[in-house]
Structure formats: C-alpha cells, structure tokens
C-alpha cells in the first residue's frame, strides 16, 4: 500500500453557482476543461510565438535536485536564453524548469490572450500572473503557496501529471516546520514506504492535465507536479474572501515565511537538518495516532 489517490473531478464547464456551492466552498479541486475555449491562448501560444515574442531574455533555470542549504536561497542551476530554452524543451527530456516567470513583463501583449474567469469568483492578483515552463522530468517538489491563493493553473503543450494533498495530511506528507515545501528525498510518484512510513494510507488526488485544461487548486493545498512532456502552464491567483484567510496569509508570509529565511540563512545545514529531523518526529506521531496530519 502507499498513498491512496483518487481521481479528481473533471467537468467541460461549470455554473458560478455550481462551482461556488461544490468546489469554492467546499475547498475541493477541479479540472475545467473548457474555461479556455475562447481564450487566443489556447492556439496562439505555440512554442514558436513565445520564442517570438520573449526572445533572447536570460531566464533563470531549476532542476530537481535538493536545495543546497550552503547556497542562497533559491539559487538557480543554470541560465539561458529563453529562445534556446524552449528549443530543449520542446526537443528532448531535460530537468530544466523556470519557476514563476512573469512573462507578462516582458511580453504584455499575452495579457489580451487570457481571460480571467471572474464569472466564478472574485479577488484575482492581477498583477500576479505567472508561468511554470519545463521539459519532460522536470518536477516541481511538494509544497503549498504560503500566501494562501486559489490557484487556476492553466496547461499548455504536452500532458502534466499532477497529486494533490489537503492540508490536513502536512504532518504525514513529512511537512519541514515554518517552509513552504516538504522533504524532496521520496519521490511522490513512487515513494519509499519503508523509509517513510507516515505516508502509507495517506489520502490524495490524482491529476493529469492536457493542452487547455485549468486546474483549480484551492487554498492550502499540497501539490506536487511533473513535466511528462514538456509543456507550459499559466497560474492564476485569487483571494479567498474570508478574512481569517486573508490574516492566515499574511502572518504566513510575514512570520512562518520571515522568520524561516532568516534562520536558513543563519545556520544553513544545522537548521536544515533540524527541520528534518523534527518533520520525521512529527510523522511517527501523527502516524501512531493514526491521525491525518
């Protein structure tokens, strides 16, 4: 036995009512195929007009390995070109990503091809659009948005496949403390139950998205996603309207999120090892008390 992943709701379109009621209330994900129909995205954003319209722009690029604790945070594995970017990754499997790229910034023409889906729901960040480009092994570790968003993440190109957790399981799932991501040393697709046994029964959502597809990830949810092809996937990002949310984010990003790079930056290793021996402990007591996280 490992996790026990069902798979997620999937609908062509939905009412505001209906998406309000089952899904936006409810805090549970769904796959819409159809928001994009009308979008000029879904045809016109071919890797050829990006290379186009981004050009030569030097992006930074992350593989999967472990941050290195003895490196600044967020340190990049390489750079190139953006043009030459999308040559890789269009052509041959690679682990090379680029992780929440404005490419707005540099091409604000691409905003007129998007349309933020305001008929079901309000407080859309929209000076926080952003794109998640990759090659076929590329994977984005196991995290949560410490800011709090519902997240639309709209893919393009080949298929993503993709496993959601609640946040209720953080504990099981071997949260490290105050961050907003989780050990990188199982592999979600096939994880090590012998290693880590806190995450055998552990409940999810299984998820492969598809050229135009839109995934709606609700607050607080953990994913974990890899690049079966490459591909490219647009996120977009909105409030929840409660205000316990709302403080929830900001005492996130001021506290946990703070006062986590600080001590990252203060004791680098030590800190790191720390955390990880902390998330093991948590595990086995969660696990022993048979509890979700």
Known sequence: MSFILRPIDTVDSITPQDFKEKYLDARRPLVIKGLTKNWPA???????????????????????????????????????????????????????????FNIFKHAPQLLNDIILPRDLMGGFIESMPAMFF???????????????????HTHFGGRKHIVLFENKWKHRLYCIPNATY???????ANPDIKKFPALDGVEGIE??????????????YW?????????????LRAWDASFTRKAASMYNLAVKGG???LLKMAFKGNYARYRE??????????????QPG
């Open 134 to 152: 990759g090659g076929s092994d590329a994977v984005t570790f196991l995290h949560y948005d410490i800011d709090l968003p519902h997240i639309f």
């Open 207 to 220: 998820v492969f998205l598809e050229h135009g597809d839109t995934l709606f990830m609700p607050t607080g």
């Open 277 to 290: 021996r902390l998330a093991v402990k948590r595990a086995d007591r969660a696990l022993a008390k048979n």
């Open 42 to 100: 879904r045809t016109k954003w071919t890797p050829g007009y990006l290379k186009q319209v981004v050009g030569k722009k030097v992006v930074p690029l992350y593989d999967n390995s472990k941050a290195d604790p003895s490196k600044p945070i967020n340190s990049a594995a390489a750079e190139m070109p953006f043009d030459d970017y999308m040559d890789l990754i269009m052509s041959r499997p690679t682990e090379l990503r680029i992780f929440f």
């Open 259 to 261: 006062l986590d790079s």
């Open 223 to 235: 994913h974990w996603m890899k690049y079966v092809e490459g591909g490219y996937s647009l996120s």
């Open 182 to 188: 989780a050990l990188e040393d199982y592999d979600v």
